[in-house]
């Protein structure tokens, strides 16, 4: 590979073998050993982490540097660019709330946000907590938010300054600005007021990070002194909290990728046992929200693959309860939805494109809110007052930029209240948005959603980035992205596959890219890039492919699997050593992925279908392209070890030259660095790598 020249020695990790045995079936892993066994206590405290582990992915670091050198130039470009189209000053339109309206800003040259709130009728701007005067002197500073007692006098904020994830709350006087002397460690950040503003409930994570008890603390009160409100003693599951529109209600929300369960505290009664809504039942489904006396329930209860809404009494909110209200459609997705005193709204996918629907509760009327573009991303924010007729909801296309809407749901008024600036200047017509739809093997077609200049040609000579997720459920929007315009002013084609393991063509398209049909995300994959090339929209050996965390997993997949089609591989935090993580249940995140991926400690069928597509176990001897693997070191969701023995292992055992490289973010956790110019730093050197590997330095 010519592109990649003059480079030094690459680090090569030591072999000390570790052996396992399961199902009497032994491996050995030469590199198990990068795995802190302190790992729980490092991600609080990064400057314990083992020397020589600390030396090799030092080594890395150095190498990937020299590797790039001949980017640098290039990444200082890409990064002028990007930070040229972001409205460095830049500020939300604040959201109603009582006698104020609330919102966030950023200053010229500012990192972080700043929360501010301004009189409801108009008035001068109170900055209620400044985020880059929190951060100053931490190499790493995320914010959870800011939560406003009901009364609007105290707001409970939080920071994570290790990206551990763990956070640390704090209660701030919000007329002067001052902090009380009631901290919080440990937490999942934010929490739920008591309506009376004297305590809150909040989520502590325990040392293995998971969300496993709620506390009340009551304000002026130790920590310590903070009474247990539920504790969920399966460790397969998740659990927050959260507080109704109205204030009567705490919600505690406990799930998996699956399986939902409920449980209500009354506001008149804190100290009260929570109240159970519906049992776990394995594979059932529901989220609630309070509307005045009753319950709406989005369920995909009695086979309602796609999800219907029920409804039942506030006082007897049991599954005996629950009466249909909006049916169940097939291929119609209901992915979230809302209640206010005179309207029910949900937000719904119909063939891949969302749509906001508006139900007059009274006399049942429906009307919904769409657009008419090829793709494009809808989001709804709805309000923070139960009794409105305003709702607010965003929309952008690949070629438009986000525009945010108040809507009026009794006259159907939109009232645009601001438009994204691209200060550098952005000419959408300039460019094309399309949606191709890419056949699978099994004679599924696979949406793919596009974005290049007009003058682009389109005989095969582009050069393509193509990204993708195919996990969990999760959609990945056609919205605007700002940062990909740097690729498609160098020629690119800008493409998203919008595989199976999401949903963006409904639950089933999600369910047929999990579990023991995951091989469908990655052939998936790649039979949107043969598509595209077959289209003439790009060529074998010219399409990057772009994912992170479970789409570094496809990236780490498709590698193993078709090597030859690609011109290299961007892989972000990437979870690439599945048997071992999902076999491993002291890890912050193996017992609640089980439902996603399989448990191969009790299943031998997982273990054999999960060790057949794991990227680590199937690392054998090709010819890679050139790979960059990102890793951070405190990430508690894709530990670091996972890219370093991936990337070791890659190295060890590919027949071509190309580089495989690892950059090690030693101060920062899954999402990277955390101000929102540092973190364009880190996709300068990704856009750099892409264009390098492509052949367009």
């Not at 890419?438 to 200049?453: C, K, M, Q």
Request: glycine share 10%.
């Amino acid at each position: 590979m010519t592109i990649f020249k003059n480079l030094p020695d690459a680090p090569r990790a030591q072999k000390r073998p570790t052996e396992d045995v399961r199902h009497g079936i032994a491996r050995t892993d030469n590199y198990a050993w990068l795995r802190a066994d302190n790992w729980q206590a490092m991600f609080k405290d990064p400057s314990i982490l083992d020397d020589d582990i600390r030396r090799h992915l030092e080594a890395e670091n150095a190498y990937m540097k020299a590797a790039m050198a001949d980017t640098e130039e290039l990444q200082k470009v890409l990064f002028a660019e990007m930070r040229g189209r972001i409205k460095e000053d830049d500020s939300s339109v604040p959201v109603p709330d009582g006698p104020y309206a609330y919102g966030t800003f950023f200053v010229t040259g500012g990192e972080q946000p700043r929360y501010f709130r301004v009189p409801r009728g108009g008035g001068e701007r109170d900055v209620l907590l400044d985020g880059d005067k929190e951060a100053d002197g931490k190499a790493y500073f995320k914010l959870a938010g800011l939560d406003h007692s009901t009364d609007h006098a105290l707001g409970i904020w939080g920071y994570d300054d290790k990206g551990s994830e763990y956070f640390t709350l704090k209660v701030r006087d919000l007329s002067t600005g001052e902090d009380l002397a009631d901290v919080i460690e440990n937490s999942g950040g934010g929490g739920a007021w008591a309506p009376d503003g004297k305590s809150f409930l909040y989520t502590e994570l325990d040392d293995n990070h998971r969300p496993s008890k709620i506390f009340h603390h009551i304000l002026g009160t130790p920590q310590s002194d903070d009474r247990l409100v539920y504790e969920e003693t399966d460790p397969g599951f998740f659990m927050g909290v959260g507080a109704s529109l109205l204030d009567d209600f705490i919600f505690i929300d406990i799930h998996d990728h699956e399986t939902s369960e409920y449980r209500l505290l009354s506001t008149s009664n804190l100290t009260a046992e929570p109240q159970l809504v519906a049992a776990r039942e394995t594979g059932i489904e529901y989220t609630m929200c309070e509307g005045g006396d009753v319950f709406y329930i989005l369920t995909n209860a009695d086979g309602a693959k796609d999800f219907k809404i029920m409804e039942a009494p506030v006082t007897a909110p049991g599954r005996d309860n629950w009466r249909e209200v909006v049916v169940h459609k097939p291929g119609r997705l209901i992915l979230s939805h809302a209640a206010y005193a005179r309207h029910l709204i949900w937000l719904e996918r119909n063939d891949g494109l969302p749509q906001i629907i508006i139900r007059d509760r009274k006399t049942g009327e429906e009307h919904a809110i769409a657009f008419a573009e090829e793709a494009y991303s809808l989001g709804l924010q709805g309000a923070a007052e139960y009794d409105t007729d305003v709702i607010r909801f965003s929309y952008s296309s690949m070629t438009t930029p986000g525009q945010l809407y108040d809507y009026n749901m009794v006259t159907r008024e939109r009232t645009l209240l601001k438009t994204q600036e691209v200060p550098s200047g952005h000419n959408p017509d300039d460019y094309v948005t399309r949606r191709v739809m890419a056949p699978a093997g099994d004679g599924e077609l696979v949406p793919v959603s596009l974005l290049y200049r007009k003058d682009t040609p389109l005989d095969g000579s582009a050069p393509c980035l193509l990204y993708g997720y195919g996990a969990y459920g999760i959609s990945i929007p056609a919205s605007f992205n700002t940062n990909c315009l740097s690729l498609a002013d160098r020629g690119f084609v800008y493409a998203i596959a919008h595989i199976r393991g999401g949903k963006d063509k409904g639950f089933a398209w999600y369910e047929n890219g999990k579990m023991m049909n995951k091989q469908n995300t990655f052939s998936d994959f790649i039979a949107a890039a043969d598509h595209l090339v077959a289209e003439g929209f790009t060529r074998y050996g010219k399409i990057i492919a772009q994912g992170g965390s479970a789409g570094g997993m496809l990236m780490g997949a498709v590698a193993n699997m078709a090597p030859e089609k690609f011109g290299g591989f961007v892989a972000a935090v990437p979870f690439v050593d599945v048997l071992n993580t999902m076999l491993d249940d002291t890890l912050p995140l193996t017992p609640p992925e089980w439902p996603e991926w399989g448990n191969p400690i009790t299943s031998r069928e997982a273990y054999d279908y999960i060790i057949a597509y794991s990227p680590y176990d199937n690392v054998v001897g090709l010819p890679y392209p050139p790979i960059l693997a990102l890793a951070g070191l405190t990430d508690p969701r894709v530990t670091y070890w996972e890219p370093a023995k991936w990337v070791a292992l890659l190295r060890e055992k590919t027949t071509g030259e190309a580089p495989i490289l690892l950059k090690t973010n030693m101060g920062a956790g899954h999402g990277g660095a955390s101000g929102r110019f540092q973190r364009l730093e880190e996709i300068a050197l990704e856009y750099a790598f892409a264009i390098k590997a492509a052949g367009k330095l």
